[in-house]
């Protein structure tokens, strides 16, 4: 008996993803890029790291789908902390191939497989249990789209999946007068220099833990942040309390030159912004701000990028206004309990 495909669509050929594949994956979704615009996509540098993650093994967490002639016409994968609440679902199909129900083949594998994940998580650690009965996490999927990507909402609302936050994409020019900033004199910036990477994922970690859908960043994946090819440290700054050498805040940039040929414009992109909780209030994240645009200006950026929770509970869309950042795109996070 032959046995079933793991994608519930015959007419291609399904299997994990392999590095021997980063090239031809890397180049589907270059395809769908090239005709959905979205705002950014993963390379090959990407798709790299992916391969080499072993808390999310491509072996059982990706899914590369073949035409006859050995041509990657879609993909889907899932990511997922070992104690996290839920897991991150992504998956494109090549534009040629749409609109024959792969989307949401992809999507039921998507579903299986964050069940599946969610077991094996339960597996590996035991239950806590409560007065209130057991602890552990309805398996939940998480999928981001773009606000322009009709057809996807689409298809993850025929789904049963629902809207539960926005984010809003920011630029701030870069050819106007920069906005004055200073920091009390018991805080410095300093450089992002590889020594502070570990004192930094721990700032972040603290700073993230009152943020809607944060979890910690453990060592694997922030590696991946400081070490990909587009990060920036030269752009990139933390803010030290002088006297007891904590990290008060941090900026970490990066710059994606095939961005800015498919855009027309040069951005320095905020990837992360942190200021921890006690530090809050004396003006940390808007001198970091300001001193990443003075980096991008220098480096001959023409607008400084962001990407910000609507309902941010720090007031951060607040403050990026008032520095000049004005919305430019929206994106939405959909979840569904299975």
């Known amino acids: 008996m032959d046995q079933k495909p793991p994608v519930d669509f015959p007419q291609l050929q399904w299997r994990p993803a392999a590095a021997s594949d980063i090239p031809a994956w890397a180049a589907l979704i270059a395809r769908a890029a090239a ?22 093994p491509v072996a059982t967490h990706t899914v590369l789908g073949f035409d006859g002639h050995g041509v990657i016409r879609a993909y889907a994968r899932i990511s997922k902390n070992p ?52 602890a552990r996490p309805v398996p ?6 773009e606000q322009q990507h009709a057809h996807q909402a689409r298809l993850l609302e025929t789904g049963g999946y629902t809207v539960v936050r926005y984010f809003n994409e920011m630029h701030r020019p870069l050819d106007r007068p920069l906005p004055p900033a200073a920091l009390s004199p018991c805080l410095v910036l300093a450089a992002l220099v590889p020594e502070l990477h570990e ?12 943020h809607w859908g944060s979890e910690p960043k453990d060592r694997e994946s922030w590696s991946f942040i400081v070490n990909n090819p587009q990060a920036r440290p030269d752009l990139s700054a933390v803010v030290l309390d002088s006297v007891t050498a904590e990290v008060a805040g941090y900026q970490l940039a990066s710059h994606d030159p095939d961005i800015a040929v498919q855009r027309g414009f040069r951005e320095g992109y ?35 990028s962001l990407d910000v929770d609507s309902e941010n509970p720090s007031g951060a869309l607040a403050l990026y206004t008032r ?12 979840d569904k309990a299975l």
Request: contains cysteine; glycine residues 10%; positive net charge.
């Open 35 to 56: 005709v959905e615009t979205p705002v950014w996509y993963e390379r090959e540098a990407d798709l790299q790291e992916h391969v080499a993650s072993r808390k999310n």
């Open 83 to 134: 104690d996290g609440d839920k897991a991150h679902g992504f998956g494109c199909v090549d534009p040629a191939w749409q609109r024959r129900g792969i989307g949401t083949a992809l999507l039921g594998w998507l579903e299986q497989r964050t069940r599946e994940r969610f077991a094996g998580d339960r597996a590996r650690v035991p239950a806590e249990v409560s007065a209130g009965g057991d």
């Open 140 to 145: 939940r999927l998480r999928i981001g789209t």
């Open 199 to 210: 004192p930094v994922r721990l700032a972040h970690n603290a700073a993230f833990l009152d």
């Open 270 to 304: 905020t990837e992360l912004l942190g200021v921890r909780r006690e530090y809050r209030g004396r003006g940390i994240a808007r001198a970091l701000l300001t001193d990443a645009m003075r980096r991008f200006t220098a480096a001959g950026m023409d607008v400084a």
């Open 323 to 334: 520095l000049g950042y004005r919305a430019v795109n929206r994106s939405m996070a959909w």
